[in-house]
């Protein structure tokens, strides 16, 4: 639980955010909703605490794609949605090497920012439309492009395949 | 002896077909490798999986942690704590789907005990769901429940975590072992492939080491041949020269036998010496045929005998055959017939003389063994073929006879060799002959009495016959005297041959003048002109084509002179004398044909036959090659018929003495220097020759009486001048007997 800002405080900082662009030196928004993603390590936007927090209407507003994918962790085909990592770094500002993926398990998996940057990598949190939940392996899935390159359909990919994400370190 | 034929073995049998077929079926093995290790290539990407043995660890690992949560909450649990404890829950629970729902081939199904386990797992998922879902109400008991739900998950995830672990060793060690083994498959078939390769390397190499041997061979046993081609071909001239030098050694004696004999034969001899002359005439002439038989054999059995290629006619051929077969026949009751088709052409390219040396051998046989009865000789033509067929109604020949008829000295029947004498060569040298011709000659049995042999030649048609030296058919076996003497140089180094033939030359009416050897001959031949020159070959100091040779590169009329040769050398004389560079006009081979030699004599000198009652020394342009003959037998015998036989006879003996004394004093009115004495001599000379028959000596007297008046240098040497007064009373001499000998013969004119 946050203390209150007080009100006039906000109104000029909410008055300032609507005349700026988001991006650049500009903060990112608060969260409004219950933060699923915690993005922390070398990143220059933030909001709040020094780390940047995603709820899911952020994660949504950000570029992402549906990913129609055969996985080894389903029987059937299904198509994944969500926001593209290379997006979410972009809005993060993150200038790091590499991204720690931890789970909510406490598994941790490294993905070098190239490789989250040039491959349409994904963090999904709907699964064929429905929001993924914790049961579901949500609330986010790193999911690979598999449809794109089949090649990476295989044992290493897995295991960055991170899922029940809590929260990303770039380091 | 019978060689077996083995059938050609194919190309791919033996050694190696076997190698070709180990590397086909190793090619297939290799791709049959090839293919398992792609399709295992497949199943590789088909097996890519999630780790079920890590699933099973990390399910494990959840139950375990919300176990120690469980108790670390205590008994009444907070909101948060409730929170938290779901959240967690809800971890498990994904876990404990995967399980059941994730697709885990080869681990979990292949071991055993797995699928139970699973279950079991699977089975608390709605329970755990169940107690999740009220813990927000949940009693210490409830606390304790799931507790305990979870302690029972833990155990079976556990021995689920280690039964897969092992199975996936197990499954990798399987992996690592099929892997091996493909490889060691590989590598097998990889060396069988090398090592059928090198077995084919192995045998290209012996098939080259072969070939090269093979190469080697071939070049020895060529060089072999060529070494023995060279052995046969000095063999060969080896046995030419045999033949040449004895024919030659054979021969001379031979010639001078057989020519003293004819000498001898013109003497008129009582018995019993004229039937002596006659054995020893008819021996040498045995001997001589069979000498010449059994050269002309060896010479025929050589690889390449030369034939002659020039026209001839055939009728004329065949025609004087005969008549030198009916000469040599004993018997007088045999009939010789002859008949010749009409489309025989007229001339013919071929051999005369072999032709004609066939043609003899047939009749003479046929003579011989047929000797009452009649022989017909037929000759035709057809297809350009000649045929002549030789049908006698003789003693005839039975097949078993026919079969050695060929043969060389068998006669059919032993005792026909005795009874009728020859060779036994002939037969075969004219097959010999005939083959060599292109032609056949056989003999036709299916008569009811008598033989008929017969051959056929293949022939040209010759566009014309040209000057042919063929004999007149025979007259006496030494003609008389010639129609237009000539000067003729003779050249012979045996004493015996050149006593013989210049013998009879003068007997023709010849004016010889002999040398003994080449050298000799070319001096005369510098100092004197002749109308021919007869030429022996093998002669001292200088010989024959050398002193040809010699003559002909001299200037003046005397390289014009035309050479006869007189050789008894069988080699053919044309190429000895081609092989020497200098032309003959004709050849005489030696014992001399004395037909053959007197019509070659005037065929080279270009005298045509003189009709008679002419008197050539009134031709005015009498030049060297156009000399007068000594004697000149019409005047004298129109003197015969003046004054009568008793007459003429004392006159010209008169006028022999004369001759001598006339002569003598040109001579020495010449060796004066006394133009006028000698003028007037030579004008007496002049006209007693003339009227006494002697045109030579007369022409030579005018041209030196004419010189003389005329203070010219005299063109005729006044020894020659003597030397033909000489020969002049010779002849007068020998005209003189013999028409004392033959008196009614000469009038015949």
């Given amino acids: ?171 | 002896m019978k060689t077996t034929k083995q059938a050609p073995t194919p190309w791919w049998s033996g050694p190696v077909g076997a190698l070709l077929l180990c590397s086909a079926l190793l090619m297939c093995a290799v791709v049959t490798i090839f293919v398992l290790l792609i399709d295992r290539q497949r199943d590789i990407r088909d097996s890519i999986r999630e780790d079920s043995l890590w699933a099973a660890y990390q399910l494990d690992r959840e139950a375990g942690r919300l176990r120690l949560l469980l108790t670390d909450v205590g008994p009444v649990p907070t909101a948060e704590q409730v929170d938290m404890l779901r959240l967690r829950g809800d971890i498990l629970l994904s876990r404990m789907d995967y399980i059941s729902t994730g697709e885990f081939p080869d681990t979990f199904q292949s071991c055993d005990q797995c699928p139970a386990l699973l279950a079991a797992v699977t089975s608390e998922i709605p329970h755990v769901e169940q107690a999740f879902a009220d813990l927000h109400q949940a009693s210490e008991d409830d606390l304790a429940a799931l507790n305990t739900l979870l302690a029972g998950i833990n155990r079976s995830t556990a021995e689920l975590v280690v039964l897969a672990n092992a199975v996936r060793t197990e499954l990798l060690v399987q992996d690592r072992a099929e892997i091996a083994s493909l490889r060691t498959t590989l590598a097998a078939a990889v060396m069988a492939l090398a090592a059928a390769m090198a077995g084919i390397i192995a045998m290209l190499v012996r098939q080259l080491a072969a070939n090269a041997r093979a190469r080697a061979g071939l070049s020895a046993l060529s060089e072999d041949l060529r070494t023995a081609a060279r052995k046969a071909e000095a063999a060969n001239e080896a046995k030419s020269r045999f033949l040449a030098v004895v024919s030659h050694e054979l021969r001379t004696p031979l010639t001078a036998i057989l020519g003293m004999a004819d000498l001898l034969g013109q003497a008129s001899l009582h018995a019993p010496h004229d039937r002596h002359l006659s054995i020893l005439s008819h021996s040498g002439r045995r001997l001589l045929a069979l000498v010449n038989d059994i050269l002309d054999y060896s010479r025929l059995q050589a690889p390449d005998p030369r034939l002659m290629h020039t026209p001839f006619e055939p009728r004329r051929l065949v025609a004087s055959a005969l008549e030198e077969a009916r000469a040599g026949q004993t018997s007088d009751s045999a009939r010789l017939l002859l008949e010749v088709s009409p489309d025989v052409p007229m001339a013919l390219m071929g051999d005369p003389d072999r032709l004609r040396q066939v043609l003899l051998n047939l009749v003479a046989n046929a003579l011989k063994f047929a000797a009452d009865g009649t022989t017909i000789v037929r000759m035709s033509w057809r297809g350009s073929n000649l045929t002549v067929r030789v049908e006698d109604d003789g003693c005839g020949i039975s097949p078993q006879e026919a079969e050695r008829l060929f043969e060389p000295f068998s006669q059919g029947d032993n005792s026909a060799t005795r009874q009728f004498g020859g060779t036994g060569l002939g037969l075969s040298i004219s097959r010999r002959l005939v083959v060599l011709m292109g032609g056949t000659l056989d003999i036709d049995l299916d008569r009811d009495n008598g033989a008929c042999f017969w051959f056929t030649v293949p022939l040209k048609i010759a566009a014309s016959t040209g000057a042919s030296a063929l004999p007149e058919p025979l007259g006496h076996p030494l003609p008389g005297p010639a129609r237009q003497p000539l000067r003729i140089l003779l050249a012979e180094d045996n004493d015996s041959t050149r006593l013989l033939v210049t013998t009879v030359l003068r007997q023709w009416g010849h004016d010889v003048t002999e040398a003994t050897n080449g050298a000799e001959a070319l001096d005369l031949a510098q100092k004197q002109t002749f109308h021919v020159i007869l030429m022996d070959l093998q002669m001292p100091v200088m010989d024959g084509s050398e002193a040809i040779r010699r003559i002909q590169a001299l200037d003046g009329a005397a390289a014009r002179t035309p050479v006869i040769l007189l050789t008894a050398d069988l080699l053919s004389p044309e190429g000895l004398a081609a092989g020497h560079g200098v032309t003959v006009q004709a050849t005489v081979s030696k014992p001399v044909d004395w037909n053959l030699l007197r019509e070659t004599i005037s065929a080279a000198a270009g005298t045509a036959p003189l009709p008679h009652g002419t008197m050539p020394a009134a031709s005015p342009q009498a030049g060297p090659c156009e000399v007068a003959p000594i004697l000149d037998q019409a005047a004298l015998r129109k003197l015969i018929g003046a004054f009568g036989d008793d007459v003429t006879h004392r006159l010209l003996t008169s006028v022999i003495d004369r001759l001598a004394t006339v002569s003598a004093s040109v001579t020495a009115a010449a060796a004066d220097g006394d133009q006028e004495a000698l003028s007037r001599a030579a004008h007496s000379l002049k006209g007693m020759c003339l009227q006494f028959g002697l045109p030579r000596l007369a022409d030579m007297a005018r041209q030196v009486q004419e010189a003389a008046a005329d203070g010219d240098p005299i063109p005729v040497p006044i020894d020659t001048l003597a030397s033909e007064a000489v020969q002049g009373g010779k002849a007068l001499a020998d005209f003189l007997d013999h028409m004392t000998a033959v008196p009614a013969a000469q009038t015949a004119g």
């Fill in chain 1, 1 to 171: 639980m946050r203390p209150r800002v007080p009100f006039p405080i906000l109104m000029i900082a909410l008055a300032w955010l609507s005349f700026t662009p988001a991006h650049a030196e500009s903060p990112l928004p608060p969260p409004e909703g219950t933060v699923i993603l915690t993005i922390s390590g070398a990143i220059e936007h933030t909001n709040g605490q020094g780390v940047a927090r995603f709820d899911r209407a952020m994660l949504d507003a950000l570029p992402g794609r549906k990913a129609d994918v055969e996985t080894p962790w389903l029987k059937e085909r299904a198509v994944f949605e969500g926001p593209l990592t290379a997006a979410l770094l972009d809005a993060v500002g993150a200038h790091g090497s590499r991204l720690r993926i931890e789970a909510l398990n406490d598994y941790v998996a490294y993905i070098p920012i190239d490789e989250a940057r040039s491959l349409d990598i994904i963090l999904a949190n709907r699964l064929n439309g429905e929001p993924l939940s914790v049961r579901d392996r949500g609330p986010l899935f790193v999911i690979y492009p598999f449809d794109q390159d089949p090649s990476l359909y295989n044992e290493a990919v897995f295991s960055r395949s991170v899922w029940q994400i809590r929260a990303i370190v770039v380091e």
